[in-house]
């Protein structure tokens, strides 16, 4: 159904570059039209040296706030007027909201994060993970994990991105500050995952269209019983993760945490609670369509 697009309708919206494979516009307006909220969520395609000007004509314009993605959630913590301590700590900024002429910077990545594992039951305190790469995701993704009070271990190609990744979140740390390892020291990172209640790839290996790429470390390794939760929604179950579940281990894909990032971002907006099933619903469509 065609938005209902008056002269009170406020604008949201996403900017990225690419921006136009975004799940983002179908998941918001899906809510927005569920919740009957006078708004509407279009795509913006920014570009990387066009970004601090896009951020400063929101105000101007009266859009209540956008998304970003790549390639500007790093770059738009130096951007905005205030941060708050998610965005922080995540490094990033995947939602800005006006507040009158000022911007201020969010991340509802790590909360989207959460939720699937949250709504499944399984709790982190004093729970072994690992987590595989060490980009912007994965910052996210340790920092809710250490904070709950998990003992975690990041693996990474770069071994020097996943020891600055760890000393930046120590001071998160509720029990033990987290640990670091090279990817190419494979032995350790197969004894830690032997161990894992909890692993989690954070790396784009296997995403659509490279659906027969599995990340260096394979699911073989897992335990069986364990949790294995890949961030990748495109495909729904990356080869990794269908390994993890004929070994016997519980998998969790990406959809959760894109539509709970969404919701959050939503909520942050518009004070409205969002029906993420509307919004999952929405998306499980875009991912199947052509
Ligand atoms: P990023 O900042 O570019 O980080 C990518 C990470 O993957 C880095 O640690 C990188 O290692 C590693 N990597 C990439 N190619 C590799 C390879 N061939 N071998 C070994 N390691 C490799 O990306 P990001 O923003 O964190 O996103 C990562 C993934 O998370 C993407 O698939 C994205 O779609 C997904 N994601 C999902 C959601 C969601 O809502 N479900 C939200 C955010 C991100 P180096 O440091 O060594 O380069």
Same mark, same amino acid.
């Given at each position: 159904?065609?938005?209902? %697009?008056?002269?009170?309708?406020?604008?949201?919206?996403?900017?990225?570059?690419? @921006?136009?494979?975004?799940?983002?516009?179908?998941?918001?307006?899906?809510?927005?039209?569920?919740? !009957?909220?006078? /708004?509407? /969520?279009?795509?913006?395609?920014?570009? *990387?040296?066009?970004?601090?000007?896009?951020?400063?004509?929101?105000? =101007?314009?009266?859009?209540?706030?956008?998304?970003?993605? %790549?390639?500007?959630?790093? +770059?738009?913590?130096?951007?905005?007027?205030?941060?708050?301590?998610?965005?922080?700590?995540?490094?990033?900024?995947?939602?800005? +909201?006006? !507040?009158?002429?000022?911007?201020?910077?969010?991340?509802?990545?790590?909360?989207?994060?959460?939720?699937?594992?949250?709504?499944?039951? %399984?709790?982190?305190?004093?729970?072994?993970?690992?987590?595989?790469?060490?980009?912007? =995701?994965?910052?996210?993704?340790?920092?809710?994990?250490?904070?709950?009070?998990?003992?975690?271990?990041?693996?990474?190609?770069?071994?020097?991105?996943?020891?600055? #990744?760890?000393?930046?979140?120590?001071? /998160?740390? *509720?029990?033990?500050?987290? *640990?670091?390892?090279?990817?190419?020291?494979?032995?350790?990172?197969?004894?830690?995952?032997?161990?894992?209640?909890?692993? @989690?790839?954070?790396?784009?290996?296997?995403?659509?269209?490279?659906?027969?790429?599995?990340?260096?470390?394979?699911?073989?390794?897992?335990?069986?019983?364990?949790?294995? /939760?890949? #961030?990748?929604?495109?495909?729904?179950?990356?080869?990794?993760?269908?390994?993890?579940?004929?070994?016997?281990? *519980?998998?969790?894909?990406? %959809?959760?945490?894109?539509?709970?990032?969404?919701?959050?971002?939503?909520?942050?907006?518009?004070?409205?609670?969002?029906?993420?099933?509307?919004?999952?619903?929405? @998306?499980?469509?875009?991912?199947?369509?052509?």
């Amino acid at each position: 159904m065609a938005p209902r %697009i008056t002269g009170t309708t406020r604008l949201l919206g996403v900017f990225g570059d690419p @921006v136009e494979h975004s799940l983002s516009p179908c998941m918001h307006q899906a809510a927005i039209a569920a919740l !009957e909220l006078d /708004y509407v /969520y279009v795509p913006f395609h920014v570009r *990387r040296e066009d970004l601090a000007d896009a951020l400063r004509a929101l105000p =101007a314009l009266g859009v209540r706030g956008v998304n970003l993605t %790549i390639p500007h959630k790093e +770059r738009a913590l130096a951007l905005v007027d205030e941060v708050t301590p998610e965005a922080e700590a995540s490094g990033a900024v995947n939602t800005v +909201r006006v !507040e009158g002429t000022l911007l201020v910077g969010h991340c509802t990545d790590g909360a989207g994060f959460m939720a699937p594992l949250t709504s499944t039951g %399984i709790a982190l305190d004093g729970v072994r993970a690992v987590v595989v790469g060490a980009g912007g =995701a994965a910052r996210s993704v340790v920092h809710r994990l250490v904070s709950a009070g998990a003992a975690v271990l990041v693996a990474n190609r770069r071994a020097q991105r996943a020891a600055d #990744l760890c000393a930046a979140m120590e001071r /998160y740390a *509720r029990r033990s500050a987290p *640990r670091w390892v090279s990817l190419d020291d494979s032995a350790v990172v197969q004894a830690a995952m032997a161990e894992a209640d909890l692993v @989690v790839n954070t790396t784009p290996i296997g995403m659509w269209p490279h659906l027969n790429d599995a990340p260096p470390a394979p699911a073989e390794w897992l335990r069986q019983g364990c949790t294995a /939760y890949d #961030l990748i929604y495109r495909p729904e179950e990356t080869l990794w993760l269908r390994r993890a579940r004929e070994r016997g281990c *519980r998998t969790i894909n990406g %959809i959760g945490m894109l539509v709970h990032q969404g919701a959050e971002s939503l909520a942050y907006w518009t004070g409205a609670r969002p029906p993420a099933d509307v919004m999952e619903g929405a @998306v499980r469509i875009a991912l199947t369509g052509p």
